[in-house]
C-alpha cells in the first residue's frame, strides 16, 4: 500500500511541477516602434541599410494576441453603403456639374454662342485669305454703241461689239470691300449705215431724177484699256462675295482699220427713162450705181485719249468671277476717238460682261 501512495504522489507532484512551468514562461513579445524609430521616406542622404532597433520586450507588458473573429467584431470594415447620405448627395453633385460642363454648349453672348461668334469669326476671316491676293486673267465681251464716226459720218452705228483680255488682280481690305485692277487689249467694231440724197434735177426732155448717195463705213479699233474696279458688298458664302461695282477706265487706242463704200444711185419715176437705164444696166453702159471702196489704216498719236465709266454687279468665287456692267459716261481728247452711248440712252447703251479666271 505504501507503493501505490508513493506513486500516485509521485505522479501528482510531476502534474503540478510541469504546470509551473507552463505558467512562468513569458508570453511571445509583439515589435512596436517607438514614434522617433518610425521609418521616414529614402532621403539622398540618408543610409538605406539602417535598420529599426526592437523594443525590449521587459519594459512593455505583455500582450497576448486576440482572435483574428474577435479583431474582426471590435473593429468592422466601413460598409459604403451605411454612407451618410448628406455626403453621397454632394459627390454626386460634383459629378454631374463636371458632366454637365462637358456636354452643354458654352455660355452665350447676345444671341449666339460664344463658340458660334468665334467660328462665324473665323469663317470670315478665312473667307477673305480664300478670295484675296487673287492674280488671274479676264475675258471681255462688249456691245459697243458709237455715236458718230468723227467728222466723217456724224450718225450712230448700226452694230457694235467687241472682246478684250486682260491681266487682273484683285484684293479685299475687309469683308465689304474690295478692289480689282485690271490691264489689257481691247478690239472694238462697229457698222456705219447712212443713205444721203444728193442731187435733184430735171433733164433736157423734161424727165426728173434723184441722185442719192449710200456711204457703207466699219471699223476695226484695237486699243490699250486700263479700268479700276472699286467693289462694296458681302460675303455670301465662305469664298463668294456678291456685290455692287464701279469701274474708272483709261483706253488708250493703237490702231485701227478703217473701210468704206460710196454708192451712187440715179432714180427717176419717169417709166422711159427708168427703161433706158434698165436697157442700159443690161448692157453694162449705165454710169450709175457708181461704187467706190476706200481702205484707211489708221495710227493714233500720244494725245489720243479716252475716258470711261461704268457701273454693274458682280459675284466673285475663289477661281471663278463674272461681272456685268453698263456705261455710264465717256469721253475722249480728240475728236476723231470714239465716243459711245451711256446707260442713259436706253434703247441702245454701251454695256459689257468680265469674266475673271484666277491663277492662285
Known amino acids: 500500500m505504501n507503493i501505490k501512495y508513493m506513486f500516485l504522489a509521485s505522479i501528482v507532484l510531476a502534474a503540478t511541477f510541469s504546470f509551473a512551468q507552463e505558467a512562468t514562461e513569458p508570453a511571445p513579445s509583439i515589435f512596436i516602434p517607438e514614434p522617433n524609430q518610425v521609418a521616414q521616406p529614402a532621403d539622398s542622404t540618408a543610409d538605406t541599410t539602417a535598420q529599426a532597433t526592437p523594443v525590449d520586450s521587459t519594459a512593455l507588458p505583455a500582450v497576448i494576441p486576440e482572435d483574428s473573429s474577435m479583431l474582426a467584431k471590435k473593429n468592422?470594415?466601413?460598409?459604403?453603403?451605411?454612407?451618410?447620405?448628406?455626403?453621397?448627395?454632394?459627390?454626386?453633385?460634383?459629378?454631374?456639374?463636371?458632366?454637365?460642363?462637358?456636354?452643354?454648349?458654352?455660355?452665350?453672348?447676345?444671341?449666339?454662342?460664344?463658340?458660334?461668334?468665334?467660328?462665324?469669326?473665323?469663317?470670315?476671316?478665312?473667307?477673305?485669305?480664300?478670295?484675296?491676293?487673287?492674280?488671274?486673267?479676264?475675258?471681255?465681251?462688249?456691245?459697243?454703241?458709237?455715236?458718230?464716226?468723227?467728222?466723217?459720218?456724224?450718225?450712230?452705228?448700226?452694230?457694235?461689239?467687241?472682246?478684250?483680255?486682260?491681266?487682273?488682280?484683285?484684293?479685299?481690305f475687309v469683308d465689304v470691300i474690295g478692289i480689282q485692277a485690271r490691264a489689257g487689249l481691247i478690239y472694238r467694231y462697229a457698222?456705219?449705215?447712212?443713205?444721203?440724197?444728193?442731187?435733184?434735177?430735171?433733164?433736157?426732155?423734161?424727165?426728173?431724177?434723184?441722185?442719192?448717195?449710200?456711204?457703207?463705213?466699219?471699223?476695226?479699233?484695237?486699243?490699250?484699256?486700263v479700268p479700276l474696279t472699286f467693289k462694296i458688298g458681302k460675303f455670301i458664302e465662305p469664298t463668294t462675295f456678291l456685290h455692287f461695282n464701279l469701274t474708272f477706265g483709261i483706253t488708250?487706242?493703237?490702231?485701227?482699220?478703217?473701210?468704206?463704200?460710196?454708192?451712187?444711185?440715179?432714180?427717176?419715176?419717169?417709166?422711159?427713162?427708168?427703161?433706158?437705164?434698165?436697157?442700159?444696166d443690161k448692157e453694162g453702159k449705165n454710169p450709175y450705181p457708181v461704187k467706190e471702196q476706200h481702205e484707211i489704216d489708221k495710227t493714233f498719236f500720244m494725245d489720243d485719249w479716252e475716258t470711261n465709266g461704268w457701273v454693274g454687279v458682280g459675284i466673285d468665287g475663289k477661281y471663278a468671277s463674272i461681272t456685268a456692267q453698263a456705261l455710264v459716261a465717256s469721253g475722249s481728247t480728240t475728236m476723231s476717238n470714239h465716243r459711245y452711248y451711256n446707260i442713259f440712252r436706253a434703247n441702245a447703251p454701251t454695256w459689257r460682261i468680265m469674266v475673271d479666271l484666277s491663277l492662285r
Open 76 to 172: 468592422p470594415a466601413p460598409d459604403t453603403a451605411k454612407v451618410e447620405p448628406k455626403v453621397v448627395q454632394e459627390v454626386a453633385k460634383v459629378d454631374s456639374a463636371q458632366t454637365d460642363s462637358a456636354a452643354l454648349p458654352p455660355k452665350r453672348r447676345g444671341k449666339i454662342y460664344v463658340a458660334d461668334y468665334k467660328a462665324r469669326q473665323k469663317a470670315t476671316h478665312d473667307s477673305i485669305l480664300a478670295v484675296n491676293f487673287r492674280h488671274g486673267i479676264t475675258i471681255q465681251g462688249a456691245r459697243y454703241f458709237d455715236k458718230r464716226y468723227g467728222k466723217a459720218i456724224d450718225a450712230e452705228c448700226n452694230w457694235g461689239g467687241g472682246a478684250g483680255i486682260y491681266y487682273s488682280y484683285r484684293r479685299y
Open 252 to 280: 488708250k487706242p493703237l490702231f485701227e482699220y478703217v473701210y468704206s463704200e460710196n454708192k451712187l444711185f440715179f432714180n427717176s419715176p419717169s417709166p422711159e427713162l427708168s427703161k433706158t437705164l434698165d436697157i442700159l
Open 191 to 225: 457698222r456705219f449705215d447712212e443713205v444721203m440724197d444728193e442731187d435733184q434735177g430735171k433733164l433736157q426732155s423734161g424727165l426728173t431724177y434723184d441722185l442719192s448717195r449710200s456711204v457703207e463705213l466699219t471699223y476695226d479699233n484695237f486699243a490699250f484699256d
